[in-house]
């Protein structure tokens, strides 16, 4: 977390735990955040919810208060009690104000009253990490990447991305300089484990090339491997 407190740029993917024992909600949740560039894991239950967030440094999670063991409160205490400063979204469908305090109490950040927007989460994970990490930009070279507006330049001028494109550019970029595997793209950017075998990533980066123009070098094909960003001419 040092990394994102220091304010400016981000030098990672971003990592959410989600919480959900709606395997439905849990699956539609990540889905949407890998569009976002986001790496996400997934627990049903409080108590291994617990295990994963003290050993993986995660910059939010996505808390559901009715649990099938230990609920949502009993968590969000656990991890604050471990000394955990991950930002607490708490999910729930309890809307009455007093239950809300409680959650804040708990040690929560934050809370969306199910059933809620996509949208809304959205916008309150991105205020949340304003206000907590200094979350913003991600730069290789003449390449940025604005993570809170989604908005991608290079060398001051605007690239007109996909959802995908720019899920894929993001995912690269947080590794600049690292040959990512297409199976890392696939669970990623397409929040999948399976390969089609089919021409499916190579298709989007060459679409991505396309729009860098001048600077399709900057995405670097390593042979039997996968792709790497890099900031400088080969």
Not at 23 to 52: M, Y
Not at 65 to 90: F, N, T
Not at 95 to 112: C, K, M, Q
Not at 154 to 182: H, I, N
């Amino acid at each position: 977390m040092s990394e994102q407190k220091t304010g400016v740029y981000a030098s990672r993917p971003m990592k959410a735990l989600i919480v959900e024992d709606d395997v439905k909600v849990a699956l539609f949740i990540a889905r949407v955040l890998s569009e976002e560039g986001w790496v996400t894991d997934q627990c049903t239950h409080g108590a291994d919810a617990v295990r994963q967030a003290r050993s993986v440094e995660y910059d939010v999670i996505l808390l559901d208060w009715m649990l099938p063991d230990i609920d949502g409160l009993a968590v969000c205490r656990e991890l604050r009690r471990a000394g955990s400063v991950a930002p607490i979204i708490m999910l729930t469908a309890r809307g009455e104000v007093s239950e809300r305090v409680l959650g804040l109490e708990a040690g929560a950040d934050d809370y969306v009253v199910k059933p809620f927007e996509i949208d809304e989460l959205l916008a309150r994970i991105g205020a949340l990490l304003r206000r907590t990490q200094g979350f913003g930009r991600l730069q290789v070279g003449v390449l940025e990447i604005d993570r809170l507006r989604r908005v991608v330049t290079l060398e001051g001028k605007p690239v007109d991305l996909t959802g995908r494109e720019y899920a894929l550019l993001l995912c690269l970029a947080g590794q600049e300089g690292r040959v990512v595997a297409r199976s890392e793209l696939l669970t990623q950017v397409w929040a999948t484990h399976f390969d089609p075998g089919s021409n499916l990533i190579d298709v989007q980066i060459s679409r991505l090339r396309d729009k860098l123009g001048d600077h399709a070098w900057m995405i670097d094909t390593v042979r039997g491997k996968g792709y790497r960003l890099r900031r400088d001419p080969p």
